[in-house]
């Protein structure tokens, strides 16, 4: 076990639970170039990346210029400082098509971290709000997602039973949804007037609605009754654009726009960011997002769109800065994710799908 | 641009079009044909096409010039990048290359006039063509060939890329205003179900180039009368023997490899994703990435790659990011790109498997030892690949060929001339006109 990341993992989850509001730039820089200077030593293919880049902890001096590994790498390599033995769990990236997932291995302090920051941003962006139906399998079905065990800690917490969960996995090893008994849960909503939180993917909510249309149901769910959606479609139901999907969600399920919020999340993340139905998405003061040119690797203007790319202090046995592969248009210090259906259409003869 | 209103395309961005003007116009263009190409000789359609190409290869021509000014932001390809692919394209159009590919396609250069040797053949009445965005030149060659089949045409091009096809539109309206008038150029995003229902209706022959997926949903839309020439996704690569990995020859090579990368900035079918290269020539295969990626700077000097996405730039950075740190962690994979852009990328590794570039001028090369490895490499895309660009000693290229034809590829030419395809290729392997005509038999 490595003593100095351990150490930082309990200063971090303390500040973590303390923090009310954002760190200074300063400090943010400090606790980032601090963490770097770790990850460099005790994460050896995260070493190697940045001395090929030349971009060693006596050369950064800022966090912003910390090298940011892509998430594909996280299927080809393995991006932590954990050996194979303290490896108490891993996520995987979601997507069915995909051959290689993305795997972020995890010890029992490196969980205690992501809980810690999942819990309170969660809570932050939440506070209690009556019943939560989470439209995902359940731990015990979904050992490795992310999603599930950010899902599990928020049902441990608010202390509901385990059949909060009403998803299902279908033969075929993809996500779906136990409609009967959502809706058993929805109606209960209704006849009792307590509001309730549903939570779930962007593709899991279009099984639902569609489920509901076909069935010509309707919910006008109680006063106070909320949507935490989850981007990402993963081919597993037909794409709609935010908008749509919110229109729907709000006609279906009578949730006001302003009562649906997005989450910002991925398996190589230990933080979240969530944004209000049309809003810019936020993540805690833990980690920071910038957007950046792809052709001059530079951070873009305000307004601007370029790669969204975090420096998440909660993955402190991982990396900390990570490129996605999502587009995102610059907002201040928050931004708009691009999605892909507003993508234009491809010009070259490329087979190519990610 | 100061162009007539002639055709849909023209029409100020704000106006929309309904399936009612959709339907009034391939009346019109049937009613043109009959009038004005139906009577026309294969001679005179000939003529008349290679004027157009002699006047689009004027620098005076009022066309040309247009599509170099205004082409590099109507179409995100630089000026030269625009000015190589239209002569390439418009050298072509010569008698001789005509006659040869109306001789190859339908036996006797007159068929299309009347019987030949017991047979004759006539085209579709109206053809469709539903366009790819990518490059220009699939739907110009379209459209000449729909012209030797005397059809009236109707080019539905993806949004934002009807800029060369009316010109070329326009070009032809200004030689001849009446075969100008069989035709008809418009711009939509694809899916628009109301207007492509009603052209689909009026029909006879469609061709669609674009993503499988693309195709596989016209082809359900369409009535069952309708001839469908579906073009879907193809992709390309180079090889390049041992034999001449020479200090002699390695410059011409380079430089043919680099055309190939820069043509349409990679953009179609026929531009190479991965060169495969033998290993054990006398210049090594590191050796010839490394000169490569210096061509491929100093082209981006002399022919600028064009203007792209975000999303496409995204897409390239993304990928550099991988294949860096790939690089960071294998002493054999290697990565050479711009500074301060994506303008282009080569990367070099040892793993066998073709991979899909992320295309504008990102290229990779991969060293194998033989051809086996190649066909072993690129195993996964097996029916997908159209183009073989070759470099090797003759004797070598007629085997190497032979194998590539046997497994599967559908146009093999020398490295250097990918983009370059002749008047007579025969496109995924479909013939050119033979796809498009009926024939009439007589027997005496």
């Known amino acids: 076990m ?241 908008a749509e999907l919110h229109t729907l969600i709000t006609d279906r399920l009578g949730v006001p726009p302003k009562n649906i919020i997005c989450e910002y999340g991925m398996s190589e993340l230990s933080s979240q960011a969530y944004a209000e139905s049309s809003g810019a998405f936020h993540f805690p003061p833990w980690a920071r997002a910038r957007i950046i040119s792809p052709e001059s690797g530079r951070e873009v203007a305000e307004g601007e769109t370029g790669i969204i790319c975090i420096l998440d202090l909660a993955n402190v046995f991982s990396v900390a800065a990570i490129q996605t592969e999502d587009l995102g248009v610059r907002r201040g210090d928050r931004f708009e994710l691009v999605g892909r259906e507003q993508l234009a259409e491809p010009r070259g003869c490329s087979l190519m799908t990610a | 641009m100061n162009l007539p209103n002639f055709y849909f395309a023209d029409l100020p961005p704000e106006a929309t079009l309904s399936p009612t003007m959709i339907a009034t116009a391939c009346d019109t263009l049937k009613r043109n044909r009959e009038k004005y190409l139906l009577p026309s000789k294969t001679d005179d359609i000939i003529k008349i096409l290679c004027e157009i190409a002699a006047e689009w290869l004027s620098p005076e021509n009022k066309f040309r010039k247009l599509a170099l000014e205004l082409g590099p932001s109507e179409t995100g390809f630089s000026k030269p990048i625009l000015e190589k692919g239209l002569d390439n394209f418009f050298r072509q159009f010569t008698l001789e290359n005509f006659q040869a590919l109306l001789v190859q396609e339908l036996g006797h250069a007159e068929r299309l006039d009347g019987f030949a040797d017991g047979a004759s053949v006539r085209g579709p009445e109206l053809l469709v063509h539903v366009a790819a965005g990518n490059i220009p030149n ?73 993503s499988d997926a693309t195709l596989a949903t016209i082809r359900t839309r369409l009535p069952a009368r309708v001839r469908f020439l579906g073009y879907g996704q193809r992709v390309s690569f180079g090889f390049v023997a041992r034999e001449v990995l020479r200090e002699e020859e390695i410059i011409t090579i380079i430089s043919n490899a680099a055309d190939d990368v820069i043509a349409w900035d990679q953009n179609g079918c026929l531009s190479p994703h991965v060169i495969y290269v033998e290993e054990r020539g006398a210049v090594e295969s590191d050796e010839f990435a490394k000169r490569l990626a210096i061509e491929l700077a100093k082209r981006e000097t002399t022919e600028p790659r064009g203007i792209i996405s975000v999303e496409e730039a995204a897409s390239i950075a993304s990928r550099r990011a991988i294949y860096e740190t790939i690089a960071a962690h ?61 470099a090797a000693p003759p004797e070598k290229t007629k085997d190497l060929a032979k194998q590539f034809g046997r497994w599967g590829v559908t146009r093999i030419c020398p490295l250097g001339q990918m983009q370059k395809p002749p008047l007579t290729w025969r496109h995924d392997g479909r013939p050119a006109l033979g796809d498009l005509i009926t024939w009439t038999d007589f027997e005496l």
């Not at chain 1, 820089?29 to 902890?57: D, M, V, W």
């Not at chain 1, 929805?186 to 099984?207: D, N, R």
């Not at chain 2, 504008?360 to 051809?371: A, I, M, Y």
């Not at chain 2, 490895?373 to 070759?390: C, F, M, P, W, Y």
Request: hydrophobic share 40%.
């Open chain 2, 138 to 210: 699939p739907t110009l060659m379209s459209l000449t060939l729909g012209l030797l089949t005397r059809s009236a045409q109707f080019v539905k091009c993806a949004s934002g890329a009807s800029f060369l096809p009316r010109l070329f539109a326009h070009s032809l309206r200004g030689l001849d205003p009446k075969l100008g008038a069989c035709l008809e150029i418009a711009e939509w995003r694809g899916g628009n179900h109301e207007l492509e229902t009603e052209l689909f209706a009026h029909a006879d022959c469609l061709t669609a180039t674009g």
């Open chain 1, 2 to 242: 490595n003593t100095e990341l351990s150490h930082f993992a309990a200063r971090l989850r303390e500040l973590i639970a303390n923090s009310q509001s954002a760190l200074s730039n300063q400090y943010f820089s400090e606790l980032a170039l601090e963490l770097f200077g770790l990850q460099f030593k005790h994460n050896s293919t995260y070493r190697k990346i940045c001395e090929a880049r030349k971009l060693t902890p006596q050369a950064v001096e800022h966090w912003t210029q910390i090298p940011a590994v892509p998430t594909a790498v996280f299927k080809e390599l393995e991006m932590t400082s954990l050996m194979p033995d303290e490896r108490a769990a891993v996520f995987h990236s979601s997507g069915t098509t995909e051959q290689k997932p993305s795997r972020h291995f995890h010890n029992n302090e490196s969980l205690a971290v992501y809980e810690t920051s999942l819990w309170n941003w969660f809570q932050n962006r939440f506070g209690r709000a009556g019943e939560l139906i989470f439209l995902t399998p359940n731990q015990k079905t979904a050992p490795r997602s992310s999603l599930v065990h950010m899902f599990e800690i928020v049902r441990q917490k608010f202390d509901l039973p385990e059949s909060a969960f009403t998803g299902n996995i279908s033969g075929d090893g993809a996500w779906a949804i136990d409609f009967s008994e959502t809706i058993q849960k929805l109606q209960l909503a209704g006849a009792t007037q307590t509001p309730v939180t549903l939570l779930g993917t962007a593709f899991s909510f279009v099984h639902l609605l569609d489920y509901l249309a076909e069935n010509h149901l309707q919910f006008q769910l109680p006063k106070g009754s909320r949507v935490m959606e989850t981007g990402g479609y993963k081919n597993r139901s037909r794409i709609l654009p935010k």
């Open chain 2, 330 to 390: 294998r002493a054999d994979a290697k990565i050479w790109s711009s500074e301060n852009s994506t303008s282009w990328t080569l990367v070099f590794e040892h793993d066998v498997k073709f991979r899909f570039s992320p295309l504008n001028r990102f290229v990779f090369v991969k060293p194998v030892p033989d051809l086996n490895a190649v066909l072993q490499g690129v195993d996964e895309i097996h029916g997908k690949v159209s183009t073989v660009g070759i």
